[in-house]
């Protein structure tokens, strides 16, 4: 047997006994107790990757329904996919919906999900309450049953954003379990869901020229023209050159607009923030915020605007090729802001994957 801890000898007139340490021993029994305590399954679902551990007390057979095609009533397309649990405790069921584009997904509409009775099941009592699921903002509901015993049931969006007046989305999940607590409360914390590498590898980065930079993109496989202008001399002061980038597809577009300097300037977030609101109430888009995000792969704001007509305007700003200058000081030549009326998963790929860089010091 391999060694598992340190001796120690007891003498008792000539017998010498050794013996072990033994919360050496119950430490290493407990770890692999452990281990064996739950298995992991991983499940592909379209574009998404499912993972997830049950005790390994509990036997299941797993199926993958076929997706199911829909439409929102107000004319959202979606595709629905599930995994189906047969189990000899109970039964469990982890449905994915994703939407072509963003609908509401505010606390509301998360909690309704949560409470929408699975499997037709007969219940004499609901209670719901907030639960982070996969490092999400959930809603949990247990469903307690006209013939005793209880259902589960967790929902939450997978990428929800905040919009003017509250928070859209287009991936959700619900998980629904009629297994003991100890087992549905396993497969609650466990879960996990994440884009599958090979399609996040498909999306494609383009490369355009805008007078001496360039410009590099990604807008999730939408169709688009391109068109530039520049440089404009002393636009937007003396000492600037202010190029732009169109990317236009068919009623939206979005435009790139880089404005260079000949010497360092300060990066200012919170006035970039009124900036990128002002820029959106200028417009019409009385309903707006803005707020720190990553854009470009640098710190800058991201503002979002709703007009009379519910049109979504979002904007973004940035300082590309930012150097630090001591005491949290940010400098930089370049500031590029992006205007886009593309929906928010075009517009979410565009600010993900743009990069500004001087051809220069490419």
């Keep these: 047997m391999a060694d598992c801890g340190q001796y120690h000898e007891i003498r008792q007139g000539d017998v010498t006994i050794l013996r072990t340490e033994p919360f050496l021993v119950l430490l290493t029994v407990l770890l692999l107790a452990q281990a064996a305590s739950s298995k992991e399954e991983a499940v592909d679902l379209g574009p998404h990757r499912v ?3 049950l005790p390994s007390s509990v036997e299941c057979a797993l199926t993958v329904a076929e997706p199911l095609e829909g439409r929102t009533p107000t004319g959202i397309d979606y595709i629905e996919r599930s995994i189906d649990l047969d189990c000899g405790g109970g039964r469990a069921s982890i449905s994915l919906r994703a939407h072509q584009s963003p609908v509401p997904a505010g606390d509301g509409v998360v909690r309704a999900l949560s409470k929408k009775t699975p499997w037709g099941i007969g219940v004499v009592g609901v209670e719901t309450e907030a639960r982070l699921v996969d490092r999400h903002t959930g809603y949990l509901t247990t469903f307690s049953l006209a013939r005793g015993g209880e259902v589960y049931q967790a929902a939450y969006w997978l990428d929800r954003h905040l919009a003017p007046g509250d928070f859209m989305g287009s991936t959700y999940c619900v998980i629904s379990s009629s297994l003991p607590w100890t087992a549905t409360k396993e497969l609650l914390d466990s879960i996990h869901l994440e884009v599958k590498e090979e399609a996040a ?3 494609t980065v383009e490369t355009v020229a805008v007078g001496p930079y360039l410009v590099y993109f990604d807008l999730g496989g939408l169709s688009y023209t391109v068109f530039t202008e520049g440089p404009h001399a002393g636009d937007p002061e003396p000492g600037a050159e202010r190029y732009r980038a169109i990317l ?7 435009t790139i607009e880089i404005d260079g300097y000949d010497d360092y300037r300060m990066v200012n977030l919170e006035t970039e923030r ?3 609101e002002a820029h959106l109430q200028a417009k019409g888009y009385t309903r707006n915020n803005g707020s720190v995000w990553t854009v470009g792969g ?3 704001i991201l503002g979002v605007g709703e007009d009379e007509d519910h049109q979504i305007l979002f904007v973004a700003i940035f300082w590309p090729g930012q150097v630090e200058a001591g005491e949290g000081v940010l400098l930089a030549r370049t ?3 992006v205007e886009s009326s593309f929906l928010w998963n075009a517009t979410e790929i565009l600010l993900d994957t743009i ?3 001087r051809i220069g010091e490419v």
């Design 51 to 53: 993972t997830f551990s």
């Design 201 to 203: 590898r498909a999306s």
């Design 248 to 254: 236009a597809s068919g009623q939206r577009r979005a």
């Design 274 to 276: 009124l900036l990128a």
């Design 298 to 300: 640098e710190a800058g």
């Design 335 to 337: 500031r590029c802001e």
């Design 355 to 357: 990069r500004v860089e």
